[in-house]
Structures are given as C-alpha cells and as structure tokens.
C-alpha cells in the first residue's frame, strides 16, 4: 500500500478496516498496520463489518496488484458474504466488488464500503429471506 500510495500519492487512497483503535486490536494484523498506513499519508478507516477493502477515490485508478498473491489482473462482479454484526451473522447477496483473478481476493469501492456499514450498523436492514448457515469450529 505504501508503494502505490507513493507511486499514485497518498491522497488517492483510502483503506477501511474493521478495527477498534481504543481496544488497539484488530482482526487483521495488528495497530501498527494502522499506524504505518497512516504514516505514510493514507486515509484509514474504521470501518465494521468490512473486513478489508482497497478503496479508490477516483475510479480511473486501479489496483496495481493484489495484496494478497501479487496479481495483477482484475475482474468486476457482483460477490456475496456474510458479515458479522453483533452477535448476528447477515448474508449480503450481489455486491459489487472488484475480484482479483489469481486469488479471488475481494475488494470495494468507497461508495459500496460505505453503504455496506450503513445497511449493516445503522439500524435493520431488510432481510429478502432467511437462511440457514453452518457453523463449525476451527
């Protein structure tokens, strides 16, 4: 992130996170993560419920390579997940995500971040249907 916010500048880039900064924990990586992004000019932002998102303020950017295999290559699609909310698990169907080929890492664009946290933490959203969902211990 660092190396494309220097190759792009920082101000193109802004990253949204599910952390709590006051229990300096997070559930990927640690708060240093945090503070090196932010170090390096990149807004971050905590963001429930999200668990990792590349955002693009304008869209002519794109992702130089994944975080996550190096890929380069990417594909738009709708995806689906389920997200945490309190002690609620919500199934989100046909979100607009961009998908790297090699892995399938997902990632949102700032508008679809931001509606996500809205419909998922302020207040109920509507549910189309329920759905059983397995759960298992790691």
Not at 37 to 62: F, M, N, P, Y
Not at 63 to 77: A, P, S, T, V, Y
Not at 110 to 123: I, P
């Amino acid at each position: 992130m660092a190396e494309a916010a220097a190759r792009l500048g920082a101000e193109m880039l802004t990253v949204c996170l599910d952390f709590d900064e006051r229990a300096m924990r997070m559930g990927y990586g640690d708060i240093g993560a945090v503070k090196l992004l932010r170090d390096t000019g990149i807004s971050v932002r905590s963001t429930r419920s999200v668990r990792t998102a590349l955002v693009r303020r304008k869209e002519k950017v794109s992702m130089l390579k994944c975080e996550i295999c190096g890929g380069r290559e990417f594909r738009q699609e709708k995806v689906d997940d389920v997200f945490r909310v309190g002690s609620r698990h919500v199934l989100v169907e046909h979100i607009p995500a961009t998908v790297c080929v090699q892995c399938g890492e997902r990632s949102f664009d700032a508008a679809t971040a931001e509606s996500l946290r809205k419909k998922l933490n302020e207040g109920e959203p509507r549910s189309a249907r329920k759905v059983e969902l397995e759960v298992f211990a790691y």
